[in-house]
């Protein structure tokens, strides 16, 4: 066979692809959605089927007493596990994840400034009330001092 031929082949062979493909996707409308939900369903439990994979082959189970024992940082742990702490740690990362998001929302904010109008610079006053408002209730609950 010659190039041309083999090139007329693969046109025939194109155009049946995009009839078979074109009159499948007309008889079922959801049939694109099928196909991307099952390519994502793929893209998802792939890499977990190539690991279950790759532990079942490389790494023999021999387990023993000393690989089921429980440690913490290769030491025997003493005691029990529930200890109490301060729930003002919890405090201090909601405080900083309230300013960080000010912080994502503020930036796109100064940098459009100058095209924005009224009502999008009075939102974002509001929303900086609301932020300063949040400070200013955990100041007064003396939720900022470090004791």
């Known amino acids: ?9 693969g046109l025939k062979l194109v155009a049946l692809v995009s009839k078979t493909c ?25 890499p977990l089927g190539l690991a279950r994979l790759w532990g079942m082959v490389f790494s023999p189970a ?3 007493p000393t690989k089921n024992a429980i440690y913490e940082c290769g030491l025997e742990s003493k005691g ?6 301060r729930s003002a740690y919890y405090l201090y ?3 900083f994840l309230i300013f960080d998001v000010e912080a994502v929302f503020l ?3 100064a940098v459009s400034f100058s095209g924005l109008g009224v009502a999008a610079c009075v939102s974002m006053l509001i929303f900086v ?3 300063i408002e949040g400070l200013a209730w955990a100041w007064a609950k003396g939720v900022l001092t470090w004791q």
């Open 129 to 131: 009330l609301l932020l």
């Open 22 to 46: 074109s009159h499948n996707m007309e008889s079922n409308p959801y049939f694109s959605l099928a196909v991307l939900f099952f390519a994502a369903l793929g893209f998802g439990l792939a």
């Open 62 to 64: 021999k387990p023993n």
């Open 107 to 109: 930036l796109p904010f």
């Open 80 to 85: 029990d596990a529930w200890v109490q702490f």
């Open 1 to 9: 066979m010659s190039r041309v031929d083999l090139a007329k082949a």
């Open 93 to 95: 990362a909601i405080i």
